[in-house]
């Protein structure tokens, strides 16, 4: 009787605790800002420029800080292509909403930054050389904050399919 009161308490003690555990992760950057992206125009020519729409769906209670959040606070949005690929893009150009602004008791800095959703027109520079079905590999490095919790900056890689003619 005992021994089996025993077992009980201590599968119940064991699952009381992995459950808890459980509640405790720590969120991923890639689950509260998801990021997709779609070309303008499916075919593009050599040596020309695509616009590239980049949205992120951003989880509620959560803010993505901006491409002109100031130095000295969280990590700015940063929009680039993989190294090595024969694509550019000039940050200057990026088309982007205003963001919203607010004092960050976080950082204690001025914060620029999005909430639910947003997007951004991309101007990508198409290499001479490229041809055929290619696939821009976007990268976005992003900072996101709730209430109580800043997330680390992370990398999300956005691959978006072009026909290169």
Do not use: H
């Not at 509620?60 to 292509?81: C, E």
């Not at 001025?110 to 041809?131: C, L, N, Q």
């Not at 490095?141 to 691959?159: N, S």
């Amino acid at each position: 009787m005992l021994a089996d009161r025993l077992r009980y308490d201590g599968g119940m003690f064991l699952l009381l605790f992995v459950t808890s555990l459980a509640a405790a992760v720590p969120q991923r950057p890639a689950d509260v800002v998801q990021w997709s992206a779609t070309a303008a125009t499916a075919t593009v020519t050599a040596g020309e420029t695509a616009k590239v729409i980049l949205r992120a769906q951003i989880q509620g209670g959560w803010k993505l800080y901006a491409l002109s959040q100031p130095a000295g606070g969280p990590q700015k949005l940063s929009i680039a292509v993989a190294r090595d690929a024969p694509f550019t893009i000039a940050e200057k150009q990026i088309v982007a909403p205003a963001p919203k602004k607010m004092k960050d008791a976080n950082f204690g800095t001025d914060s620029m930054y999005y909430e639910k959703a947003v997007e951004f027109t991309v101007p990508v520079g198409i290499a001479k050389s490229a041809s055929g079905q290619v696939e821009i590999p976007l990268e976005v490095t992003f900072q996101a904050c709730g209430a109580e919790l800043c997330l680390r900056p992370f990398t999300q890689k956005v691959p978006v399919a072009v026909t290169v003619r």
